[in-house]
């Protein structure tokens, strides 16, 4: 036995045989549910997890969760800065809540439609498929405003995004859909529009997802031309009916309104108004032409119109507490401020915005349409008044014949406190002789 040779020849034999190596193919199927697990497979399976120890997918989730919190606080600075106005508590949790829930609803229905692929054997790399869900973004230009709904965009887009192989096909697509989706919901005065912007989002994603895909592939077909748009739709139909069905949700929790909310208000069956013609014909009236003058102005200024009209239209609701003591309501000639004291007379005028603000929370008014009640007359001096009550020759603290205020804190009140005293100054006005007189008196 010659040991030395017999190494030597034993490490030639080595060197001549090759490394067997187990090809894998990124995002190849191993093995179905409900089938037999072969030994090669069974082989695969045990590689895999060799080269993938725990730790590594701790890494995943830890850097997902250090993603998403760097997005939210992404998300509040622009948020802070774009919209200081909507920057408080409740909206700062409503679209922390939203957005959440859209990252959930797109990786529960990514999955799913994964195993729906793969159960039917659809054409297509299943660890592509997505089923993108932007509710919290049409949320936002409900409820909130339009660039919040934008930046919601953001998270949505990148945080579910980065997860699967090929990003861009998610990131770009769904940001882009977004931004279109946000814009076109400019006002939702009915539920058709919602369907409408959802449709839109879907639409602009798929579109968007061709261009990547070409891009990407040139002009070769692969079945994700087909599949991915034919989810984005899906993913269109889903949004709608989540922002359907939840709108009420949100409205009761987080005590929202909407375009949808003040159209019901404003068509004159409301308790309230009935009460109004029943008891107080000249203040409702009064309030009609009121609700009439603040929609056009706000209509001509690009301020919400519908919340306008609401707020002409309830803004006097106090009256129905002494409708006599109010002129317009005087049709027998009979003004019983003309026997009471100058500082009762005002104690009553000024009773009807404290009146009207008790009975719109009785009756579960929206929040702005009660700040309107509260703002519609400001802190405006009652000249009348106080001038009568300087002719008895005392002293008058003049804070006493101005109302309480708050001064009009938005555009909409601000334009019925203009409405409502151009309606009464020109209603009273006795000498109409001409068009420039009114015209003057309006100035």
């Known amino acids: 036995f010659e040991k030395e040779t017999t190494e030597e020849l034993v490490k030639k034999a080595e060197e001549k045989v090759k490394p067997v190596y187990l090809v894998l193919k990124k995002g190849e199927l191993l093995v179905k ?22 730790f590594k997918s701790l890494n995943k989730y830890v850097s997902l969760f250090l993603l998403s919190l760097a997005m939210f606080f992404l998300l509040l600075k622009l948020y802070k800065i774009t919209s200081p106005s909507a920057y408080t508590f409740k909206n700062v949790v409503f679209s922390m809540s939203v957005v959440s829930l859209d990252i959930f609803l797109i990786k529960v229905l990514g999955e799913l439609s994964k195993l729906v692929a793969e159960t039917f054997n659809i054409p297509g790399s299943t660890h592509l498929f997505y089923v993108p869900v932007v ?6 230009s409900m409820f909130i405003t339009k660039k919040v ?3 919601h965009s953001l998270p949505v887009a990148t945080i579910p995004g980065l997860v699967y192989p090929k990003p861009e096909l998610f990131i770009i697509p769904v940001i882009f ?38 891009f990407s592939n040139g002009l070769k077909f692969v079945p994700e031309m087909i599949a991915l748009p034919v989810l984005s739709l899906i993913g269109a139909g889903i949004t709608a009916v989540v922002v359907n069905g939840l709108s009420p949700l949100f409205i009761n929790i987080f005590k929202f309104t909407t375009d949808l909310v003040y159209m019901e208000l404003i068509n004159l069956n409301h308790t309230l108004l009935r009460k109004l013609i029943l008891k107080a014909p000249g203040t409702y009236s009064h309030s009609v032409m009121t609700a009439t003058l603040s929609e056009a102005a706000a209509e001509a200024i690009g301020a919400n119109a519908l919340l306008a009209k609401a707020g002409g239209l309830f803004h006097d609701i106090g009256k129905l ?8 309501n005087q049709n027998n000639g009979v003004n019983i401020h003309d026997k009471i004291p100058p500082e009762k007379s005002v104690g009553i005028l000024k009773s009807h915005v404290e009146y009207g603000e008790e009975l719109a929370r009785k009756y579960d008014l929206p929040q702005k349409v009660i700040d309107i009640i509260k703002q519609h007359h400001g802190t405006k001096l009652m000249k009348f008044f106080y001038h009568k009550a300087k002719q008895s020759g005392e002293n ?16 909409e009140a601000g334009i019925v406190m203009l409405a409502d005293t151009v309606e009464a100054g020109v209603r009273s006005y006795k000498n109409k002789n001409g068009g420039n007189d009114i015209d003057r008196l309006i100035h």
Not at 135 to 140: D, G, L, N, T
């Open 33 to 54: 549910r409900g089938e037999r697990v072969s030994k090669e497979t069974a082989r695969k399976i045990e590689l895999l997890r060799s080269e993938h120890p725990r």
């Open 135 to 140: 509710s919290s973004v049409i949320f936002a």
């Open 149 to 151: 709904a934008v930046i």
């Open 177 to 214: 859909g977004s931004v279109l989706s946000a814009f076109d919901s400019r006002k939702y005065r009915s539920r058709n529009l919602i369907y409408q912007s959802s449709a839109i989002m879907g639409i602009s994603v798929g579109l968007m997802q061709e261009v990547v895909l070409v």
């Open 321 to 328: 507490k002494n409708p006599l003591a109010f002129a317009e």
């Open 396 to 411: 008058v603290d003049e804070r006493k014949f101005r109302y309480t205020g708050p001064k009009p804190q938005f555009k």
